[in-house]
């Protein structure tokens, strides 16, 4: 006997409909009011909306207008004040022309000269010196003993080596040893500045072959 099998029919499979997003979904307070219209007009008389939720929406609806006023004011001012700022920036550098300034930095210019100085802060009471020159491609040129380096804002002639160095911009290093215990030295780039450059993050300050940020400035030491 052969048996026949059955096989139940596929239960159809039922596709929920796609919801899709039309217009701006932000509501404004103009299409806030168009709903609130139309709500009204279109409520049952027999059993009009609630007057009490009404009230309820429109302070949310009000509360919620206002802190978007105060935001786009706030912006408005944050746009003000960074104008202003950059105005001053601008100002304070155009100020330094001709001036010689002290930034944060390491940036030596040596002339050929023989009147170079290099600025520093010194921790504490100080110690023994040596100075250590980088050219501009961060070679390292030589470590010279300067003697004794006293705390405070400190000058050290460049003569102090004993080297003749080639004219040109390099970096320096000046490490202080009091003892056999390392001290903090804060290094300063001295600049006699003759132009200003204006980037994208500010205005900055042009010596020679130097370009130094306005906002690494420290101090204005000199007509």
Do not use: C, H, W
Not at 65 to 73: A, S
Request: proline residues 7%; glycine residues 12%; without cysteine.
């Amino acid at each position: 006997m052969i048996a026949d099998t059955l096989s139940s029919p596929l239960e159809p499979t039922v596709q929920p409909p796609s919801v899709q997003s039309f217009g701006n979904p932000s509501l404004g307070k103009e299409e806030f009011l168009t709903l609130l219209v139309a709500q009204l007009k279109n409520q049952d008389p027999l059993s009009p909306t609630n007057p009490e939720e009404m009230a309820a929406q429109l302070a949310q609806f009000s509360s919620l207008e206002q802190l978007i006023q105060v935001n786009e004011k706030l912006e408005s001012q944050d746009v003000a004040s960074s104008a202003m700022a950059g105005a001053l920036n601008n100002t304070a550098a155009v100020g330094v022309l001709g001036k010689t300034v002290l930034a944060s930095g390491d940036l030596l210019t040596v002339t050929g000269a023989g009147d170079e100085t290099i600025t520093v802060g010194v921790e504490g009471t100080g110690g023994a010196g040596t100075l250590t020159l980088y050219d501009d491609n961060g070679v390292r040129v030589g470590s010279y003993p300067v003697g004794p380096v006293g705390g405070g804002r400190q000058e050290i002639e460049l003569s102090l080596t004993g080297e003749d160095f080639i004219p040109g911009d390099y970096r320096y290093e000046l490490t202080v040893t009091n003892g056999d215990q390392p001290v903090t030295v804060q290094t300063l780039t001295r600049a006699r500045i003759d132009g200003v450059r204006y980037g994208p993050t500010g205005p900055v300050l042009v010596s020679g072959g130097l370009e130094i940020p306005l906002a690494s400035v420290v101090e204005i030491i000199s007509e």
